[in-house]
């Protein structure tokens, strides 16, 4: 099973920022597609974004397209989520994860660490 450490959560007032992180521990990231999911009450993990590992082609839910964006600084291995514009709908738990491509996405891969937490209010 591949590990990550998710960070970077908080409290933010509507309209502001967060970049959250993903570590990789023990493989090299760059190797996997990774996605971005989020956990709301009720609700299960759905997907958010992905970037490729073959020629880095990013994908998104259209409720983020144009605010967030998803990129990976390789020599760190690490991959993040810079979120801009944020509003209530937003918030929830947000978990990484690696895939064999972005391809279905949106379904993860069952397999889930700790999260980072989002909450946007005023």
């Known amino acids: 099973q591949l590990q990550f450490v998710e960070s970077g959560g908080g409290l933010v007032q509507p309209g502001g920022s967060l970049r959250l992180s993903c570590a990789a521990s023990?493989?090299?990231?760059?190797?996997?597609?990774v996605g971005w999911y989020r956990q709301t009450p009720g609700k299960e993990h759905e997907g958010v974004s992905c970037?490729?590992?073959?020629?880095?082609?990013?994908y998104y839910t259209d409720s983020v397209k144009g605010r967030f964006t998803i990129f990976r600084d390789n020599a760190k291995n690490m991959v993040y989520l810079q979120m801009n514009s944020l509003e209530p709908e937003d918030a929830g738990t947000y978990y990484c994860a690696a895939l064999e491509t972005c391809y279905n996405y949106a379904d993860g891969n069952g397999n889930w660490g700790q999260g980072t937490r989002v909450t946007v209010s005023a």
């Open positions: 023990g493989f090299t990231l760059d190797d996997y597609a």
């Open positions: 970037i490729s590992s073959s020629d880095g082609s990013t």
